[in-house]
């Protein structure tokens, strides 16, 4: 259990970022009808829009 734990801690960060960088990402793309989120959560917006300039 205290393996499992201290990876979990090693890799939150990095998972984290990824997350991060996949919702910046696909919320400046089209959706694809799988990925279909019928309201873009604003936060999420105003980042992306705040990283193109």
Do not use: D
């Amino acid at each position: 259990m205290k393996n499992l734990k201290k990876v979990i801690l090693k890799y939150a960060s990095s998972l984290a970022a990824l997350a991060l960088t996949i919702g910046v990402s696909t919320s400046t793309s089209a959706c694809w009808y799988f990925f279909n989120q019928p309201q873009e959560p604003e936060a999420l917006k105003a980042y992306a829009e705040a990283k193109k300039h």
